[in-house]
């Protein structure tokens, strides 16, 4: 049905001998009809989920946590669909949410499978 060579980067981009990017694809799950591509990082991990709608499989929401090592966590949830995306800082060494922001942000058409590259735009 679809194909990409950009959703899942290659996990050593200037081979085995060069660096690694620090994002390794886990899995894919497909669940009440929505499939979701996984991605662990160092201190965090992310995910992109897909609905087939309108003909093609579309971005419908992006998950992601991510620790700085240094006491900050942060999430971010992203449902593309309603365009709410809500931002979480937390300390978690002491359990104290810094901040959490809710933003309305409307992306229209939504981004098809094939054309996502993880970690390239400023929302997902």
Request: charged share 25%.
């Amino acid at each position: 049905m679809v194909t990409s060579t950009k959703i899942i980067e290659a996990e050593f981009p200037d081979g085995r001998d060069g660096y690694r990017n620090g994002s390794e694809f886990d899995n894919v799950v497909i669940k009440n009809g929505v499939l979701t591509v996984n991605f662990q990082l160092l201190r965090g991990h992310y995910a992109h989920k897909f609905r087939f709608q309108h003909g093609n499989f579309e971005l419908i929401g992006f998950t992601g946590a991510f620790s700085n090592g240094q006491g900050v966590f942060e999430t971010v949830d992203f449902n593309l669909v309603t365009g709410l995306r809500i931002e979480t800082s937390e300390r978690y060494d002491i359990d104290k949410i810094i901040s959490k922001e809710r933003k309305k942000i409307v992306i229209s058409p939504l981004p098809k499978l094939q054309d996502v590259v993880p970690m390239k735009s400023e929302y997902y």
